[in-house]
């Protein structure tokens, strides 16, 4: 288990009691919410490749939910590590079933705030 603060504990409890109802609630089965999660993804996932062209790459995506912007950024680099953190162990947990196809990603239950990954490395 990792070593958290106060606020964090409490951040964690927060996202590991809405975790099942987490996609329902930001409304993730909506299609214009679809729709701008695609779009979103979208614009990073361009924005790397105008930076990075087609480098191998190493990805972190801090705070990743239920895993739906993680999907997708994994489908457009399969050739790259995607190194998904979270504070929840639940909402990692529907991650993780999202993505089961997916070998290029890596889950993790880690602290935004202090991660343990070198700087630089990503």
Do not use: W
Not at 61 to 84: D, H, V
């Amino acid at each position: 288990m990792i070593n958290l603060e106060k606020h964090q504990i409490r951040e964690r409890n927060h996202f590991d009691k809405m975790a099942k109802g987490y996609d329902l609630n930001y409304g993730y089965g909506d299609p214009f919410t679809k729709y701008k999660i695609s779009r979103k993804s979208k614009d990073l996932i361009n924005f790397i490749f105008q930076k990075l062209k087609n480098k191998k790459l190493k990805i972190l995506e801090i705070g990743c939910g239920t895993g739906e912007y993680t999907k997708l950024t994994a489908r457009e680099f399969p050739n790259s590590q995607l190194i998904a953190i979270d504070v929840s162990e639940e909402v990692l947990k529907i991650a993780k079933k999202k993505c089961g196809s997916l070998k290029n990603v890596i889950f993790a239950i880690e602290s935004a705030y202090k991660t343990g990954y070198e700087k630089e490395s990503f």
